[in-house]
């Protein structure tokens, strides 16, 4: 079973182990408890939107660019292609979601 929460954590590990910052130095910066952030790296938590920024701020990446490498993610273990554009009609509302009625 695919976990979001499991993805957010492997993502978020990435980034600070890619920066070779320690748990300890990013929940100091992010002002979340080091089990707390720990928790989170290891998908055992889901993280709240306010501790996901505060995360994703400690990191210095945008909010837009983790949650778009934790949804392609998804996307390869789904084995579905995701476009690189928004679909025409979608950006302005005129088309529903997948699924919307």
Same mark, same amino acid.
């Given at each position: 079973?695919?976990?979001?929460?499991? @993805?957010?954590?492997?993502?978020?590990?990435?980034?600070?182990?890619?920066?070779?910052?320690?748990?300890?130095?990013? *929940?100091?910066?992010?002002?979340? *408890?080091?089990?707390?952030? *720990? &928790?989170? &790296?290891?998908?055992?938590? @889901?993280?709240?939107?306010? *501790?996901?920024?505060?995360?994703?701020?400690?990191?210095?990446?945008?909010?837009?660019?983790?949650?778009? @490498?934790?949804?392609?993610?998804?996307?390869?273990? @789904?084995?579905?292609?995701?476009?690189?554009?928004?679909? &025409?009609?979608?950006?302005?509302?005129?088309?529903?979601?997948?699924?919307?009625?």
């Amino acid at each position: 079973m695919i976990l979001y929460r499991q @993805e957010l954590g492997d993502v978020s590990r990435d980034a600070r182990r890619a920066q070779g910052r320690t748990p300890r130095q990013v *929940s100091s910066d992010a002002r979340v *408890s080091l089990g707390y952030l *720990s &928790e989170i &790296e290891r998908g055992q938590k @889901e993280a709240s939107s306010e *501790s996901l920024v505060s995360v994703t701020d400690a990191l210095g990446l945008p909010l837009s660019f983790v949650l778009r @490498e934790v949804s392609d993610r998804i996307a390869v273990a @789904e084995r579905v292609t995701i476009p690189d554009t928004v679909p &025409e009609g979608l950006a302005d509302g005129t088309a529903p979601l997948v699924g919307a009625s």
